[in-house]
């Protein structure tokens, strides 16, 4: 489709902003680490989701209670209760347990997707754009309809014909987010290909594979991966709502989806404590998107 | 123009041909055999080989797909194993309650979403602002069927306001614009619209706050345009972008429409599949997914075929 | 430290062993030979896309390039002078024609890694021309690496030649490029087309982008690099002072064909070709007596898609006839000096142009 803005619009940075030239020299990421640090909006994000890696992490060292045992007769208890910080699930288990093992599946679940297709999206959108030719078309055109699908409903057909399953939802999730990065790799790559200085490269002799590696990957690297980034937080709410329906974790492993499924039934009983999985991966993915917009404006990507 | 409009129009059929191949997989790539569903536990060799050969897989894949694209394309999807009944019927009867939620939820979505844009744009790096960018992320980031059990708990459980199921009183399938049925639509329309609404307002303010930056604004107010004749150079070169992105989110609107239709209990397209995949009904599945993935392609080639009368370098070009 | 004897050696001899060993064809075989170059960039029209038409960037370019001279080769934007550059170095492919490189016919004699060892090019975008993500060392030091140069030894020679073309290594070898200004940038750029020791370097309006002031120390640097390297250049410019300045011969481009090409001085003095002649008179003057009498030339080029016919200049030169739509002039020798020649029907005795040698003839006769 013609019509995908959003992705044409990530456009390569050949030209870092001249700025008064500093006694040392600094690498690129040096300064948009330095710009990153000074926006508390991102510093403050970055600590919460580097609060909740840890937890979900380190979950099994941390003293909570088991995720999986419940207790009939102390189901559903509200917040607060005693023994239990955040209450009590439909089948008496704890939520602050199950929370924080849910987070460990559902932030796999949104974050290595994207990961797989940043690796696979890279490759096929550098190869498209710098050798180009009828290897583009082939690929680019592949992408187009791939394009034709929103993307949740791509990843509802993957998943539904796969079936439920961890795995099936990792699969169905990278092919979603491999055209989108594809895409962009593509057209980033074909506007560093047209650059002189992968024309001085060339003409050094130096081997195709060798001129990528050195002068091409290194400059397209971070306007992809800043895209990458700010799909990790659809890539969550979608690993979420595939469990939601049914279609990714199975119960009763802790997924906040899932949880947010199961809990469905207590909205009447105690709708805060139904809503706990659900503010989870609204707060998360929050924090990705704020995240993702800070380094964006750090290294002086316009959107 | 007339050659950017066949050219977009012949564009659609490798793109529909393509989307029809992946439809078409679906069903190949599923584990095991797509009779599981419903061949009898104790069927002999014999009569699994005949269930096969009635609905043709025993065929070569590439035969099979040309079977399945002529049936398709005379309307008939074939028949939900779960039911027994045409998947074409049981699809056209649901995707025309999706296309009126969709429909409802475009109604507040992009209005709102560009007018925030503008407004954001306009007062770029005010109080305003960073009020609607907020606002504008808060709607990017949330999860829509958290939403929709938020709202339910708000204005059903606790307020007890508006209905939290279904399409109409009683389980009503049947759609009517009046009262009675509009009461039901506001809930799952407005948690649909709010991710479309984040998506346009953030698109719209940076193209506003953009274009008032370049020089050619300070040479239209320097000559002494009135602000009113500045906004509309700014609309101007504001809308093919905007087009494009409202586009983009028909699609979001039809997809994300599965999840909210769940949580709602709506009798649409995204019931249908949750349904199907329960039932793992596969032929019910790539139908309801096929039509709706078309759908979004010739919302897509409208959209396009729309732009050149909003960007004149598409009609000259 | 402990390196000295390599280090010892002064760099232009460790260049200019490779080259006089790369001398293949001897001080009377042109360097560079170039036959009837054509380049057309397809234009995809229409509904499917198919190749309708062709930009036709380099339309039957031949010339030569002798041992150790500096050819200039100008012309307004779009002429095709920067295609025919790319042309030398390989980096854009030919249509036809055939390019020999001392003797050595490319794709023939010649594979593509063969000529850069002998070309290189310096780019004329001093910031696309050099990967922000290296250090300017490791950028000059890239090529030698690949053809198997040790790295400390490429380090060595990449701060050599940084010393050489006036910047001091202990302070630009770790900068990167965005840390330099455009004057030093252009001399890396310089360095870098050096480490790879070539015998030809084009230069695709290398000082161009440069202040004035820059521009005449980077000239003056390459015409001293020039010499020390023993290095035949290729220089493009739309500049036709610094062109000037610095070339031997000068060869002048319109719509992908040379019209007029032959040294310096003659061509300055004659300017046998009516855009050669409008070109030039385009130029501002300092001097208020020295007022343009010719007619400067008048709108933009023709498109090159779709080239007028015959002479390609006719549709904006004042001495246009029948004859310069109908025929293509032939490239002739302009009277009264070597290897001066310029395709025009009026420099053509038997071209039938009134003002030609033959026509004046008739118009005398009458």
Redesign the interface.
């Known amino acids: 489709m013609s019509t995908t803005i959003d992705t044409k619009t990530v456009k390569a940075n050949p030209r870092p902003a001249a700025e008064e030239a500093p006694a040392k020299s600094k690498g690129y990421w040096h300064g948009v680490g330095a710009r990153l640090i000074r926006d508390p909006v991102s510093m403050i994000c970055a600590g919460l989701l580097a609060l909740l890696l840890g937890a979900v992490v380190f979950a099994p060292l941390l003293p909570l209670a088991d995720p999986f045992t419940g207790s009939m007769v102390s189901r559903l208890k509200p917040i607060g209760t005693e023994g239990h910080i955040l209450g009590t699930d439909e089948l008496g288990r704890d939520m602050f347990a199950r929370l924080i093992y849910g987070g460990r599946l559902t932030l796999m679940l949104g974050l290595l997707p994207v990961a797989f297709a940043f690796a696979i999206g890279t490759c096929l959108g550098v190869l498209a754009g710098y050798v180009g030719g009828w290897l583009n078309t082939a690929i680019m055109r592949t992408v187009d309809v791939f394009f034709a699908f929103p993307s949740i409903l791509l990843a509802i057909a993957i998943s539904g014909a796969l079936g439920a399953g961890i795995v099936n939802s990792l699969v169905s999730l990278t092919i979603v987010f491999i055209p989108p990065i594809t895409r962009v790799a593509e057209s980033v790559t074909a506007s560093v290909r047209s650059l002189e200085y992968v024309d001085a490269a060339r003409i050094s002799g130096a081997h195709p594979l060798t001129v990528v590696r050195v002068h091409v990957l290194g400059n397209v690297m971070s306007p992809i991966f800043v895209y990458a980034t700010s799909l990790t937080s659809v890539s969550m709410i979608l690993a979420a709502g595939l469990s939601f329906l049914g279609l990714g974790v199975k119960p009763p492993e802790p997924e906040w989806g899932l949880m947010l499924n199961t809990l469905r039934t207590a909205i009447y009983i105690d709708p805060v404590l139904a809503a706990l999985p659900g503010a989870m991966i609204f707060l998360t993915s929050l924090c990705l998107n704020l995240l993702s917009d800070g380094l964006r404006s750090a290294m002086n990507i316009k959107d | 123009m007339l050659a950017y409009t066949l050219q977009r129009l012949l564009y659609v059929i490798p793109v529909a041909f393509g989307v029809s191949v992946i439809c078409f997989m679906l069903v190949h790539i599923a584990p095991g055999d797509p009779l599981t569903a419903v061949m009898p536990i104790d069927a002999t060799a014999e009569q699994q080989a005949a269930m096969r050969a009635e609905y043709g897989f025993d065929r070569p894949l590439p035969v099979q797909f040309a079977i399945w694209l002529t049936n398709a394309l005379q309307g008939d999807l074939g028949a939900s194993i779960a039911t027994g009944r045409p998947v074409a019927s049981e699809v056209s009867r649901a995707v025309g309650n999706t296309l009126i939620l969709a429909f409802t939820a475009s109604l507040i979505g992009f209005p709102l979403g560009i007018f925030f844009g503008f407004v954001a744009g306009i007062f770029k790096d005010t109080l305003i602002d960073r009020a609607v960018t907020a606002f504008a992320i808060t709607g990017v980031s949330v999860p829509n069927y958290w939403l929709g059990i938020v709202l339910v708990v708000i204005f059903s459980v606790t307020l007890g306001w508006l209905p939290s199921m279904g399409a109409g009183p009683g389980g009503s399938t049947n759609w009517a614009w009046d009262y009675e049925h509009l009461r039901f639509i506001i809930l799952p329309a407005v948690t649909l619209a709010v991710v479309p609404m984040g998506i346009v307002t953030r698109t719209v303010r940076a193209l506003v706050g953009d274009i008032l930056s370049q020089d050619f604004i300070g040479a239209l107010k320097a000559k002494g345009l009135s602000r009113f004749g500045v906004l509309r150079h700014v609309v101007r070169n504001v809308t093919p972008t905007t087009l494009s992105v409202v586009g983009l989110q028909l699609g979001y609107l039809l997809g994300g429409s599965i999840l909210i239709e769940t949580v709602f209990n709506w009798p649409g397209t995204g019931f249908l599949l949750s349904n199907a995949i329960f039932q793992r009904d596969l032929p019910l599945l790539q139908g309801t997914i096929l039509v709706l993935a078309l759908f979004f392609v010739f919302a897509n080639l409208i959209v396009d075929l729309l732009q050149p009368l909003v960007d004149p370098r598409i009609k000259r070009g | 430290m402990t390196d000295t004897r390599d280090a010892d050696i002064p760099i232009r001899r460790k260049v200019q062993e490779k080259t006089k060993a790369a001398d293949r064809g001897g001080p009377a075989q042109p360097l560079v030979i170039a036959r009837d170059l054509k380049c057309h960039f397809p234009v995809r029209k ?4 198919r190749k309708a038409t062709a930009v036709r960037a380099v339309d039957g370019v031949s010339f030569t390039v002798e041992k150790g001279e500096t050819l200039g080769i100008v012309g307004e934007s779009g002429c095709g002078k920067s295609t025919t550059a ?1 042309l030398l ?3 854009t492919g030919l249509n036809a024609g055939d390019l020999i490189f001392d003797g050595d016919r490319l794709g023939e004699d010649l594979s593509l ?1 063969e000529l ?2 002998g ?3 310096v ?3 001093s ?9 300017i060392e490791e ?1 000059i030091a ?2 030698p690496k ?2 198997g140069v040790a790295s400390g030894a490429a380090r060595r020679l990449s701060h050599e030649l940084l010393e050489r073309v006036g910047l001091a290594p202990g302070r630009f070898a ?3 490029p ?3 200004s455009g004057g030093q940038r252009q001399r890396v ?1 310089i360095a ?1 087309s050096l480490a ?1 020791k070539p015998r030809l370097v084009i230069l695709d309006e290398a000082v161009s982008a440069l202040d004035k002031s820059v521009e005449a120390q980077v000239l003056n640097l390459l015409k001293e690099l020039k010499d020390e390297f023993g290095l035949t250049f290729v220089f493009i410019s739309h500049d036709l002072n610094v062109v000037r300045y610095i070339s031997d011969r000068i060869m002048v481009m319109y719509l992908g064909e040379v019209v007029e090409i032959g040294p310096v001085g003659s061509v300055w003095d004659k300017r046998a070709h009516p855009y050669t002649a409008a070109l030039f008179a385009a130029m501002p003057s300092m001097d208020p007596d020295n007022r343009t009498e010719v007619p400067p030339l008048l709108g933009d080029p023709p498109n090159p898609i779709d080239p007028p016919s015959g002479c390609r200049f006719h549709t904006r030169c004042p001495f246009a006839e029948s004859v310069c739509s109908a025929a293509k002039p032939k490239i002739v020798a302009v009277d009264g000096a070597q290897g001066h020649e310029a395709a025009c029907h009026m420099l053509d005795p038997v071209s039938g142009h009134s003002k030609s040698a033959g026509g004046a003839h008739l118009e005398a006769a009458e």
């Open positions: 229409g509904v499917f896309n790319r170095v390989g980096l890694k850069w060892d070309v290189q090019m780019f004329q975008d910031y696309a021309s050099l990967n922000p993500r290296l250090t950028t890239f090529g690949m053809r770790g900068r990167y965005h840390e330099l750029n870098r790879m």
